[in-house]
């Protein structure tokens, strides 16, 4: 029997496409209809972000904590977090989770090496954007990464809480990420992580000057292969 997987959500949107990705692609390797058990929980986001506005990493671990064990009294296996910034506080979390944990930007960063790409360019939250959780993880894999400018980090930023959260998108932000993602191009990046699990379902691969590393299906790709086995 497949693994059951629990989703530690925080925003609905990036929450509810790394569900839908498990269940509609877990046909493609488990037969017609057919996907691995899936429980979710989510705190309220706005309880997140007034501790990422206090800079407080304990206060989201503790939210991602209270998911975590409310996720392994249902049955869950392991965890995935489909929220790149508060991965921030992963550390304070995985030592002493009920259930193991699989970790977004680790995902990404298997999937670059992969398709060998040398230079990321990183797209998310201003407070991704500019903490520590890709940068371990890539320079770790021995790859480069590149972010977009002070005025462009807090644009994005804008577009993703005030339009992606909500379910907004818009043509004109779309434009916005294309040029962003250009400028980038041409600072030497070959591949763009879309690091909020907001951003695919603005940013495609039809429409990004460059390849895109689509975070949110990276890692329920990664939990369907755990699940299996």
Request: proline fraction near 7%; hydrophobic fraction near 40%; charged fraction near 20%.
């Amino acid at each position: 029997m497949p693994q059951h997987i629990g989703i530690v959500a925080c925003s609905a949107e990036g929450a509810a496409l790394c569900y839908r990705t498990i269940c509609v692609e877990g046909a493609a390797l488990l037969g017609p209809h057919n996907h691995p058990e899936v429980s979710m929980h989510t705190h309220s986001l706005a309880q997140y972000m007034n501790c990422i506005y206090a800079n407080d990493w304990p206060g989201v671990a503790e939210l991602m904590m209270s998911s975590a064990e409310k996720l392994a009294k249902t049955g869950a296996d392991f965890l995935v977090c489909p929220d790149n910034t508060i991965h921030q506080a992963f550390d304070l979390v995985a030592h002493r989770s009920p259930r193991p944990w699989l970790h977004i930007a680790q995902e990404v960063a298997n999937e670059a090496l992969r398709c060998h790409h040398k230079r990321i360019a990183v797209l998310g939250t201003r407070y991704l954007m500019e903490g520590p959780v890709y940068p371990e993880k890539l320079q770790a894999a021995g790859l480069e990464y590149r972010i977009p400018t002070a005025e462009q980090r807090r644009e994005i930023n804008r577009i993703i809480m005030d339009e992606l959260v909500y379910g907004k998108f818009l043509p004109q932000s779309l434009s916005y990420f294309v040029n962003v993602i250009r400028g980038l191009a041409d600072q030497g990046c070959d591949a763009v992580a879309l690091a909020c699990t907001e951003i695919p379902l603005l940013v495609t691969p039809e429409t990004s000057p460059l390849p895109t590393l689509d975070s949110t299906r990276l890692l329920a790709r990664a939990a369907l292969r755990k699940a299996i086995g």
